[in-house]
């Protein structure tokens, strides 16, 4: 049978990002995807032009109905913008037992706030403490944490401090660092930590990166796969997204959902013990 997962998270209307760009990409690795949608925008690939959130009883009856009916065997959750949701949305998780990928999306490419301040509390004591894996860029590292992060050192401190919130898994993202090297570092409560490195391709065109690689953990563990080749072949995923990007529209262009298959799953990703 088909793996299932399923996607909790906002709408971009331009396709690259959210909802849209999970459900490539599961498509993109095999899997059947089924969405939960937390919140509109309207936006494309230069900005985001306006946001409706979803009242909590709707998101809640899309997650009623989807779980009553599929299989689901991982899931991720993307924007979810307020605290009202996140609750909500931890509480029907809690329950599964499947394995849960949190994108702790906070702030889109142009600044646009896709999550409230005081959701980052709820974030912290009500959805990570039951999250399997955690995928921050730096900044929102440091927003978790609440230490600047600076070298390997202050890397590995902040990655501590968001374990002990209960998350089994850390991806500290480095696309926001500077260097040849796009160098994921791992920290787990049952691993020692490592680092994934690809090279960091010179493009603008990397809307929806984010989403895109922590939709490929997910649609990875739906397989059956454990943590870490999920992590290593979702890391393959972004590599082939990023390198194939689409210049597409006049802003930041789409990562491109179709270059993995095309590969093969044949990329070379750098393992750092
Ligand atoms: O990449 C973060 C993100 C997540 N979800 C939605 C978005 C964005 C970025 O623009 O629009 C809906």
């Known amino acids: 049978m088909i793996a299932c997962a399923c996607t909790i998270a906002g709408s971009d209307s331009g396709g690259g990002a959210g909802i849209q760009a999970d459900l490539k990409t599961f498509q993109g690795a ?3 995807g089924t969405s939960v949608i937390t919140a509109v925008t309207a936006q494309n690939t230069v900005g985001v032009y306006q946001i409706e959130a979803l ?11 989807i779980q009553a009916d599929f299989p689901i065997q991982a899931y991720k959750t993307g924007m979810l913008f307020d605290a009202t949701i996140i609750k909500q949305v ?3 998780l809690d329950t599964q037992n499947m394995p849960i990928v949190v994108d702790p999306v906070m702030i889109a490419k142009g600044g646009a706030s896709l999550l409230q ?3 980052i509390e709820a974030l912290k004591t009500n959805l990570l403490p039951i999250a399997t894996i955690c995928t921050p860029n730096l900044p929102e590292a440091e927003i978790i944490s609440g230490i600047e992060i600076t070298d390997d050192q202050s890397l590995q401190q902040a990655a501590k401090k968001i374990l002990e919130l209960g998350v089994q898994t ?7 660092a500077t260097g040849t090297q796009a160098s994921d570092t791992v920290f787990s409560v049952n691993e020692s930590p490592y680092r994934l490195s690809t090279p960091r391709y010179e493009t603008k065109h990397t809307h929806g990166t984010g989403c895109t690689f922590s939709a490929a953990i997910t649609a990875h563990l739906a397989q059956g796969m454990s943590v870490k080749p999920a992590i290593i072949e979702a890391k393959k995923f972004i590599d082939r997204a990023i390198f194939d990007s689409l210049n597409l529209g006049h802003g930041h262009g789409p990562t491109n959902h179709f270059a993995y298959k095309k590969s093969g799953g044949v990329v070379d990703v750098q393992l750092l013990s």
């Open 90 to 92: 931890a509480k029907q």
């Open 170 to 176: 850390v991806i500290m993202k480095g696309g926001h």
């Open 117 to 119: 301040l005081e959701a």
């Open 55 to 65: 009242t909590p009883t709707i998101i809640s009856a899309q997650l009623n109905a």
């Open 30 to 32: 095999g899997v059947y």
